[in-house]
């Protein structure tokens, strides 16, 4: 409408929507106006009352009808009649309990699911942390290709905060675990060392207290810590705690804040943060990517503004130190990326994706449900369109009446998400906690956003078929036809390929989730050599400030060995600096004595573990090649190492390992001697390929992170409470970590696969009785229709075998076509869920095989029961309802 | 529905505009004055009139009141508007436009 128009639009719609009954009766008072009119010119023509009357409404046509038409150019009514088909459909679904309850729950469960996936999808991709300036905070860091680590060193840490201009603050932190003493137990406790500047650059400060002061980035100066809520709640949540001295590693920290209730950054169980204070040859450092870093942006600048002054800065590092920064790339990610790992992002996706699977089966069902009643409305659709409903109108109608029952299933489904949500924070693995700030876990204002947006495809995608259907109907032999007897092919087919798709759909869903279990269950039991259930597991990290000397770290674990293989049923036991399935990964360069010096950055690789020599008889490992280790071989003697199978066939395939000479780390570092081949052990659950490992002797190699590991004869977790004790006579101010089995640690690293795969499950579960409720649903309703014709077919002697054979066989008809569109579809879903999963193989015969007959199975017994009925049909009572 | 099928498509709003830009009147006296007009010719039944009138005053083109007929009864009457008088002007030329153009092509055939 022309805007000149306005002075009189405006009151004519609001007229028309708001005076609605008034303009009604103006309505009926024109038209009858003109009846009156010419029943009075037809008296006057001499007819009689009774003639003029009649004539006059002949020659006006249809009364209803051009009231309708009138109504219909009103342009407000159409708020109107939407009001007032809301109101029918409410009318009609009140009719019809059974249906509508069946169709919202379905629905509701459908919008349910995605609600609680979208809200927990959306915590851990768009605000895995929160913080008041996520948007302008960005993370740097060094990657090196080769051995994908990343971080920053130092070095370069120092002149990109000094010599970019579009950072407001860029500040660095490492993690740092700290022993808490003083207490009744020695406990560990997840710390991070930052930079001063740290709390202003994330923009959140302590809520009590103060943060650090610049000077408190010193060395000497450093022994102070901010406190987590949590941890200041554990310690008598008491204000008078600043400036009290809490014993960290055997030195006195000073409590100088206290950060707000749900604070942690970053991500984990973060319990405290103390000053970063570097001594001079580590704040040299270009080699060690010990820093990670968070930077403010300026408002005025751009993350790529940012991204090219680094480059430009980063040029210039690497011409003025090529020997530790040549073979790395520098990044500058959103900190949003940097915290959300590509990994956690899909996975989120993936359940995303298997909640709209869900949702469209669920579609799929509702459809098929009101074309199934559509059937026994014929009749009165054929009403309405004689009273003057248009087809449109019919088809608005039955939407209007799908998009009722989505957004009823909408608002059942916020609350079933919010239980979703609960069960889905309950059963959350330890893992993935540490991924995003659960805290943000939620059904929040985007997932009621999200939910309406689902809602309204929810009513599309279920109401669409079910009201073309209806428009495309002849109200004429609607009207001639009994109740309900007869619906055209149209609707047959319809129904059929609802169901063929939900059985596709479930198909795909349940091969997903069966592959996902399998490799779960692959990986989780992989290793059966090794027995992890007679593992036992502990880490201890002893204080720097007092093991800073080699001898005495040495001297420790030497005692706690000795103490650890004394326990009862202990058959042997060991220290390492990393056992498999622990995270732990320290990689070094290896130059090859006799080979020519390469390129920095193509130096082989390989993992460096300190091993006792009873390690790999403890983890049943087989030597190879040469010998194992010995207790000759320590600091006075020849510097050995051993390698793993895989590492001495990269570098010296089809040749003899032993004997080699190598040297770690930098080329001056001194010369060791392979003296043996142990076997490959897989590292970390995920690994595609066995890893490079290089034993060397603990005690020529000691370390202040070790794991000790035993294995038992009986159970050993009861050796647990013993290890506490043993330690606690060793060194009382050091702490055990993770004591735990092997099993456990295996677990631990699955269970966010397991977690997944059972999410799968229970969505594939649900997809499975929505499917087989389909199949009942459109098998019955064809028995229902035929009944007439099986009972004709009974008096012509049909075998109850026959009618039986008959039905299911339209059964397995739709099963059949839906099975090999959902071949099809879960081949597509395999291939992502394969690059997602390691171990998942996008062709997983066993995984097909095993939910294609758990279908058929399904859609068997969904078609057996209607069967039946038809077995039942009294072919005298079906013959006389004709 | 009965529909002006004799009626060229659009012309029906024509007819309309231009007996109601002469006087107001009310739907009945419309629908004599189009018999009157246009003889046996046009044929619009009753019931196709008032929906017609109805979207030319949804259109803004006429507007409608209720006043009091001679024999004292209330009927609705309509009237042109400005912009109804506008697409009048708008209709007409184009329907001279038409006519002009027909008339035109009949000639030629003839000739």
């Given amino acids: ?882 | 529905m009965s529909k002006p099928s004799d009626l060229v498509q659009g012309t029906l709003d024509l007819l309309l505009l231009k007996i109601l830009a002469l006087v107001p009147m009310n739907g009945f006296a419309i629908s004599l004055r189009l018999k009157q007009i246009s003889g046996d010719v046009l044929q619009v039944s009753d019931g196709s009139l008032y929906p017609a009138l109805h979207k030319l005053e949804q259109e803004c083109w006429i507007t409608a009141e209720w006043k009091t007929t001679e024999n004292n009864r209330r009927a609705k009457f309509y009237s042109l508007t400005r912009p109804g008088r506008r697409q009048l002007e708008k209709e007409a030329d184009n329907w001279n436009r038409l006519a002009t153009a027909i008339s035109h092509v009949v000639k030629i055939q003839e000739a």
């Fill in chain 1, 1 to 882: 409408m022309p805007p000149k128009h306005w002075f009189y639009v405006v009151p004519l719609r609001l007229r028309s929507l708001l005076r609605w009954g008034q303009v009604e009766e103006e309505l009926d008072e024109e038209l009858l106006y003109h009846l009156e009119q010419k029943t009075q010119a037809n008296l006057a023509k001499g007819m009689t009352a009774e003639e003029a009357r009649r004539f006059a409404l002949r020659e006006f046509g249809g009364i209803e009808q051009s009231k309708e038409a009138c109504r219909d150019k009103r342009k407000a009514s159409f708020l109107r009649d939407i009001a007032q088909d809301v109101r029918y459909g409410l009318r009609m679904l009140r009719k019809a309990p059974g249906f509508a309850s069946v169709a919202i729950l379905t629905l509701g469960l459908g919008i349910g699911a995605n609600t609680a996936i979208f809200s927990f999808a959306d915590v851990v991709i768009r605000r895995p942390i929160s913080l008041p300036q996520l948007d302008r905070l960005v993370g740097v860091s060094e990657y090196v290709p080769a051995t994908e680590d990343s971080g920053i060193s130092a070095g370069n840490f120092q002149d990109i905060q000094s010599e970019c201009q579009n950072f407001a603050e860029l500040a660095a932190y490492q993690g740092r675990n700290g022993v808490l003493t003083g207490r009744a137990e020695p406990e560990v406790l997840e710390g991070v060392a930052t930079t001063v500047n740290f709390f202003s650059t994330i923009g959140v400060e302590p809520v009590l207290g103060r943060s650090f002061l610049p000077e408190e980035g010193l060395l000497g100066r450093n022994h102070v810590l901010v406190l987590s809520n949590a941890l200041w709640r554990r310690l008598g949540a008491d204000a008078s705690v600043l400036g009290r001295k809490i014993s960290l590693d055997g030195d006195e920290y000073v409590v100088v804040g206290v950060m707000p209730p749900k604070f942690a950054f970053p991500l984990g169980k973060v319990s405290f943060w103390t000053p970063l204070a570097m001594g001079a040859a580590e704040r040299e450092s270009r080699t060690d990517l010990n820093l990670h870093t968070v930077g403010l942006l300026k408002p005025s600048a751009t993350l790529e503004q940012a991204r090219s002054e680094v480059a430009t800065v980063w040029d210039g590092l690497l011409k003025e130190y090529p020997q530790g920064n040549a073979g790395r790339i520098m990044q500058v990610t959103s900190l949003r990326d940097h915290v959300v790992l590509d990994y956690n992002r899909q996975f989120a996706l993936l359940l995303l994706g298997v909640a709209g699977f869900v949702l469209l089966i669920a579609c799929a069902n509702v459809a098929n449900l009101q074309l199934a009643r559509a059937a026994g409305r014929q009749r009165e659709v054929a009403v309405r369109t004689a009273v003057g409903a248009s087809r449109s109108r019919i088809t608005r109608q039955f939407l209007v009446e799908s998009f009722l029952l989505a957004s009823l299933g909408g608002i059942l489904g916020i609350f079933l998400a919010q239980w979703g949500v609960h069960i889905l924070r309950a059963t959350l693995p330890a893992q993935v906690e540490d991924i995003c700030d659960l805290n943000n876990l939620g059904v929040n204002s985007a997932a009621i956003v999200f939910t309406l947006l689902m809602t309204l495809l929810a009513g599309l995608v279920s109401g669409i078929a079910p009201a073309w259907q209806q428009g495309l109907r002849d109200p004429q032999t609607a009207l001639k036809q009994g109740e309900g007897r007869v619906l055209g092919s149209r609707s047959h087919r319809l129904r059929s390929v609802f169901v063929v798709s939900e059985v596709a759909l479930t198909l795909a869903l349940l091969v997903g989730a069966g592959l996902m279990i399998r490799s779960f269950w692959s990986l989780a039991h992989a290793d059966r050599s090794l027995d992890p259930d007679a593992l036992l597991t502990l880490h201890i990290n002893l204080p720097e400030v007092r093991y800073a000397e080699p001898a005495k770290a040495k001297a420790f674990s030497a005692e706690m060995l000795l103490r650890l293989q004394a326990f009862p049923g202990v058959q042997s036991a060991a220290v390492v600096s990393g056992l498999p399935y622990s995270y732990y990964d320290d990689e070094v360069g290896v130059h090859v004595t006799g080979r020519t010096e390469v390129n920095p950055a193509e130096l082989p690789t390989a993992m460096l573990e300190a091993a006792s020599p009873d390690y790999f008889r403890t983890l049943r490992m087989t030597m190879k090649q040469g010998r194992g280790f010995d207790d000759r071989d320590d600091t006075g003697t020849q510097p050995v190492a051993i390698v793993s199978e895989s590492m001495a066939n990269r570098l010296w395939p089809n040749q003899n390992s032993l004997g080699r000479r190598i040297r770690l780390g930098g080329a001056n570092s001194e010369e060791i001697t392979v003296v043996g081949v142990v076997s490959d052990v897989r590292h970390e659950i995920f690994d595609r390929v066995f890893r490079s490992i290089i034993y060397r002797p603990a005690r020529q190699a000691p370390g202040l992170s070790m794991d000790f590991v035993l294995r038992s004869g009986g159970a050993p977790q009861e050796l647990i409470a013993g290890t506490r004790l043993a330690l606690r006579a060793i060194d009382p101010n050091v702490a055990v970590e993770n004591a735990e089995t092997m099993t456990h640690k295996i677990e631990e690293q699955t269970s966010g696969l397991r977690y997944v795969a059972s999410l799968m499950a229970v969505f594939g579960t649900v997809a499975l009785v929505l499917s087989m409720i389909g199949i009942y649903g459109v098998i019955a309703h064809l028995v229902n229709e035929r009944t007439q014709e099986i009972g004709i077919r009974v008096v012509l002697g049909a075998k109850p075998g026959n009618v039986l054979g008959m039905v299911m066989k339209s059964g397995l008809r739709l099963l059949a076509s839906g099975v090999v569109i959902g071949i099809a579809f879960s081949m597509a879903l395999a291939r992502v869920i394969s690059n997602l999963v390691y171990g998942v193989s996008a062709w997983d015969f066993r995984a097909f095989a095993g939910v294609t007959l758990l279908l058929t199975g399904v859609a068997l017994a969904a078609s057996y029961i209607p069967a039946r009925r038809a077995l039942r049909v009294d072919p005298a009572a079906a013959l006389r309802c004709g």
